[in-house]
Nanobody, 124 residues
Framework: QVQLVESGGGLVQAGGSLRLSCAAS????????MGWFRQAPGKERAFVAA????????YYADSVKGRFTISRDNAKNTVYLQMNSLKPEDTAVYYC?????????????????WGQGTQVTVSS
């Protein structure tokens, strides 16, 4: 498995931007599909975005499409989530995750490795 550590969360005003990073260590990062999920208080963990192992394909939840961008740098073993035009409803703990499968990427149970999460708070 791969070990994941997120960073870049914080407090931002509505309309602002943040970039989350997820650094990976362990087995070959470039073999994994990477995803970002988020969990707000009292809610289930929800899919945000995913990117295939070579970065050729990306997938987004409808709620973030056009505002968030997922990318990866396999030379740096890092995946990013650029978040623009943030809204108060984006407030959550954000997690990155890794999977070796190409199916059901929006399902958290597909992902075997998880980071510890980073808090994002968007004030109105």
């Amino acid at each position: 498995q791969v070990q994941l550590v997120e960073s870049g969360g914080g407090l931002v005003q509505a309309g602002g931007s943040l970039r989350l990073s997820c650094a990976a260590s362990g087995r070959a990062f470039s073999n994994y599909v990477m995803g970002w999920f988020r969990q707000a208080p009292g809610k289930e963990r929800a899919f945000v975005a995913a990117i295939t192992s070579n970065g050729g394909n990306t997938y987004y939840a409808d709620s973030v499409k056009g505002r968030f961008t997922i990318s990866r740098d396999n030379a740096k073993n890092t995946v990013y989530l650029q978040m623009n035009s943030l809204k108060p409803e984006d407030t959550a703990v954000y997690y990155c995750a890794a999977t070796s499968t190409l199916t059901a990427m929006s399902n958290p149970s597909t992902f075997a490795s998880w980071g510890q999460g980073t808090q994002v708070t968007v004030s109105s």
